[in-house]
């Protein structure tokens, strides 16, 4: 018999089965917020809703050299954490209280709207390279755990 997954393998597997549905040519994140171990919303990166996808008009940041953890505002996407924030929104899901499962760190973008949104942890497995963002999460109330 396989042994039962913790709640951290548990949420981080679904993490990356969300980050399938990503359009990103990049990078393909997905991200979980989760609260009393029960699902509030997911999200993955890529273009609003009614809009072509990167595969369709080819990556922006890529054709423009744009390093990765820069210029975040030169992209037709939206990051994974947004996406989930914006989800829960939708559905009038109060996320406060809650913990982040996502596939990769936020970026400064995301670290800022998650702090507001009061999410009060960030679980992730791999490192997004942006420096502010790593900076505004040392400063905060935020806990910060890397998933092994």
């Known amino acids: 018999m396989e042994p039962r997954p913790s709640y951290d393998e548990y949420f981080m597997e679904m993490a990356y089965v969300v980050a399938k549905r990503s359009t990103c040519l990049r990078r393909k994140v997905g991200a979980i917020l989760v609260k009393e171990k029960h699902i509030l919303s997911t999200g993955y990166n890529g273009a609003p809703k ?14 423009q050299n744009i390093p990765s953890g820069e210029r975040h505002e030169l992209c037709r996407g939206l990051h994974a954490e947004q996406n989930a924030i914006i989800q829960a929104a939708v559905f009038g899901v109060s996320i406060k209280g809650s913990v982040l499962y996502c596939t ?9 709207m998650l702090i507001n949104a ?20 040392s400063e905060s109330t935020l806990k910060i755990k890397r998933f092994k």
């Open 50 to 63: 009614g809009f072509k996808h990167c595969s369709e008009t080819g990556c922006l940041r890529e054709n």
């Open 104 to 112: 990769n760190t936020p970026c400064v973008v995301c670290v800022k």
């Open 118 to 137: 009061g999410v009060t942890e960030i679980i992730y497995a791999g490192e997004y390279p942006d420096a502010l963002a790593k900076q505004m999460m």
